[in-house]
Structures are given as structure tokens and as C-alpha cells.
């Protein structure tokens, strides 16, 4: 397991695709569970301490997807941090599958919105590079790799070099390399924000294909309402800093694998309104 803040393993913490996870589906716990949750920073300038994220509580089912909203600098990240293990609360715990989280875990991966791919690997060794530093066999990772790449629409570019791809390319090989480790929970830090707008949707369709097909719990920050609706199950929503959940906004809408399709449901529109009205967005 290898998890670090500043190199392009940070989208990747997990147990071999194909390995043996203890995971128990009747489990009594959520998946993953914020319970009153807030962080403080000290800097050298401001040495009394500054919350993010005060009195955050929240849990998520397996298989279920949550997005997150708000306003710049409320927080969002920092949740995701600690959901990793990256950070330690300040106050309150963070819970996976009913353990506390203390250091990052196998069972969590984190996406970020940069793919940090490794220029000197290849796509496929990049997809292949968590697997490896778990030791698993180079059968198994090739084939494992192979699988995602076709998945992704990758295959014929296993052998080329990040710089050779488009940037949406090369956010599906980050995501084909965030699979690769089979983790239980992705955590995803606006995956797409980074890409145009058409192949932002194509990639939001390969997640939640993935998504949807692995059975996985996911935590997604999105500063785009439509997506966040696209996606999710649930959208929590945060007020400024110090950030805590204000709203709490079930979709309740199907295709949730087919987000594309989704977004054109009658249905999107007034729960776009909704949202928007509790970030006051359009308020003079």
C-alpha cells in the first residue's frame, strides 16, 4: 500500500484487483462515516487556530455514491483528506467500514482532478503501477491492466506515453489506474474540472459505468450542480467557511449509470433550482 501527498500515487491506495478484500456485505457499519468531524490549521501567521470544517456528520452506504457542493474554500477537500487518512480530524472521527481511520487505508483511492501520470511509464505500466508496488505477479497485472484499458477505450494506446494523449485520455488511464487496486471507496476531488465540456461527459459516462458495475461507494466534491445530480444518490450541501452540511438533498431519479441520459430527466431542472437557491447562487 503506498499513499503520498505530493507524487502520483495519490489517486491510488488499495488491495490488487482480484485480491481477497475483507469485506463483509452484511456488515452493520457504513461504508465510509464522518462523525462530528472538524479540522483546525496554525500557520506561522496566523497562529490561532482556523477551522475548515467544524461539526461534520454524515455516512455512506456501500455501493451508494455522494457528491458534495459549496463554495470555494469551505472545506470540501479537506473532508477528502481526512476521509484518506491524509489528515487527522481535529476534532471527531472518521470511519471506514466501522474502523477509524487514523493513516490511509487499502481500502480507500483518491482522484484528483490532475491525472499525475508518470511521463517515463507508459499507460499501461502507469495503470499498472499500484499493482506493482503491492507485489502482485506481472501476469495478473497485465491482464488486470488489459481489462481496464479496453474498458476505458485505451487499448491501443497501452504503449504510448502521457504526453502522446489527449487530456481527457489521460484522466481515463487515472481512472483506469484508481480501479486497478479494486478499492472498496473511491474518493474523487472534481476528477473532471481539468477537461472541456464534451469530454467531460464522456468521462463522467465511464464513471459511472465503473461505478455502477463494481458495486463501489464513491465521494465525489463537484463545483458543477448538474453532475453532482448526474452522478449521486445524495448531494450534501456545505456552507462557507467553516464549512458544515446545510442541506442534505436526495436525487432520487434512475440511470445513475447512464448520466448522460439522466441529465435529461424533467426532473433535473427543479432540483438544479433547489440547489442553487441553497448556495444562493443568482442572489443580488
Same mark, same amino acid.
Given at each position: 500500500?503506498?499513499?503520498?501527498? *505530493? ?5 491510488i ?8 478484500v475483507?469485506?463483509?456485505p ?7 462515516e464522518?462523525?462530528? %468531524? ?9 497562529p ?8 461534520v456528520?454524515?455516512?455512506? /452506504?456501500?455501493?451508494? #455514491?455522494?457528491a458534495?457542493?459549496?463554495p ?8 477528502? !483528506?481526512m476521509?484518506?487518512?491524509? $489528515?487527522?480530524?481535529? !476534532?471527531?472521527? #472518521?470511519?471506514?467500514d466501522g ?9 480507500i483511492? +483518491?482522484?484528483? /482532478?490532475?491525472?499525475?501520470l508518470?511521463?517515463w511509464?507508459?499507460?499501461r505500466? !502507469?495503470?499498472e503501477?499500484g ?6 505477479p506481472?501476469? @495478473?497485472?497485465? =491482464? ?8 476505458c477505450g485505451?487499448? *491501443? +494506446?497501452?504503449n504510448? $506515453?502521457?504526453?502522446? &494523449? ?15 487496486i479494486d478499492?472498496? %471507496?473511491?474518493?474523487?476531488d =472534481?476528477? +473532471? ?8 461527459? @464522456?468521462? /463522467?459516462?465511464? &464513471? ?9 461507494t464513491?465521494?465525489?466534491i @463537484?463545483? *458543477? ?5 448526474? &452522478? ?6 456545505m456552507?462557507?467557511?467553516?464549512g458544515?452540511? %446545510?442541506? =442534505? ?5 434512475p440511470?445513475?449509470? !447512464? ?8 426532473e %433535473? ?12 447562487i443568482? =442572489?443580488?
Open positions: 500500500m503506498f499513499l503520498a501527498m *505530493d507524487t502520483p500515487l495519490t489517486s491506495s488499495g488491495a490488487p484487483a482480484g485480491s481477497a475483507s469485506r463483509d452484511h456488515s452493520e457499519f457504513p461504508e465510509l464522518f462523525r462530528e %468531524v472538524g479540522k483546525a490549521f496554525v500557520t506561522r501567521d496566523h490561532e487556530p482556523s477551522f475548515a470544517v467544524r461539526d456528520s454524515f455516512s455512506i /452506504q456501500r455501493g451508494e #455514491v455522494v458534495i457542493i459549496g470555494s474554500g469551505c472545506g470540501k477537500s479537506t473532508l477528502l !483528506n476521509g484518506s487518512g491524509l $489528515y487527522r480530524p481535529t !476534532n471527531g472521527c #472518521v470511519f471506514v474502523e477509524k481511520v487514523t493513516r490511509p487505508v487499502r481500502k483511492a +483518491f482522484m484528483l /482532478q490532475k491525472d499525475l508518470m511521463p511509464r507508459t499507460i505500466a !502507469n495503470v503501477l499493482l506493482e508496488i503491492a507485489r502482485v506481472a501476469a @495478473t497485472r497485465r =491482464e488486470v491492466s488489459g481489462d481496464l484499458l479496453r474498458r485505451l487499448a *491501443d +494506446f497501452a504510448r $506515453y502521457p504526453h502522446q &494523449l489527449s487530456g481527457g485520455m489521460r484522466q481515463r488511464a487515472a481512472l483506469a489506474r484508481t480501479l486497478a478499492p472498496e %471507496v473511491l474518493l474523487m =472534481e476528477p +473532471f474540472s481539468a477537461v472541456d465540456a464534451q469530454t467531460k461527459m @464522456t468521462l /463522467q459516462q465511464d &464513471l459511472a459505468r465503473a461505478l455502477a458495475e463494481r458495486g463501489k464513491a465521494l465525489l @463537484t463545483h *458543477d450542480i448538474v453532475e453532482a445530480i448526474a &452522478l449521486s444518490d445524495r448531494v450534501l450541501v456552507s462557507p467557511r467553516p458544515r452540511i %446545510v442541506a =442534505e438533498i436526495p436525487v432520487g431519479l440511470m445513475r449509470d !447512464n448520466p448522460m441520459q439522466r441529465r435529461k430527466l424533467p %433535473v431542472g427543479p432540483l438544479v433550482a433547489r440547489l442553487m437557491d441553497l448556495l444562493h443568482g =442572489e443580488v
